[in-house]
Nanobody
Framework: QVQLVESGGGSVQAGGSLRLSCAAS????????MGWFRQSPGKEREGVAA???????IYADSVKGRFTISQDNAKNTLYLQMDSLKPDGTSMYCC???????????????WGQGTRVTDSS
């Protein structure tokens, strides 16, 4: 059974940092591209960052230079370090596994339930 379980969300002020984690199980982790997506109330889901098994990365322009995606292949765990957070309100961050390195939802077939990040500014 495929499972993607996110953690690390919370309330943070603008300018602050958070580190999200995603524990993956039930599939061959290294065979998939992994990504982070976010969705705010009333908005479309947005691709944030993604990486390949050999750590090639892509980022949305809106987060370049502030967010860092990484992984620990030995632990089948994906991370998203978020620095210099902007006052974006509340977003649900989800990790996903897919077969194409693109920041498009349709490129990812496995999804976690998400972890909420709230701007407390």
């Amino acid at each position: 059974q495929v499972q993607l379980v996110e953690s690390g969300g919370g309330s943070v002020q603008a300018g602050g940092s958070l580190r999200l984690s995603c524990a993956a199980s039930g599939f061959t982790y290294n065979n998939y591209y992994m990504g982070w997506f976010r969705q705010s109330p009333g908005k479309e889901r947005e691709g944030v960052a993604a990486l390949s098994s050999d750590d090639s990365t892509i980022y949305a322009d809106s987060v370049k230079g502030r967010f860092t995606i990484s992984q620990d292949n030995a632990k089948n765990t994906l991370y998203l370090q978020m620095d210099s957070l902007k006052p974006d309100g509340t977003s649900m961050y989800c990790c996903a596994a897919g077969l194409v390195l693109l920041l498009h939802s349709r490129s990812f077939g496995y999804w976690g339930q998400g972890t909420r990040v709230t701007d407390s500014s």
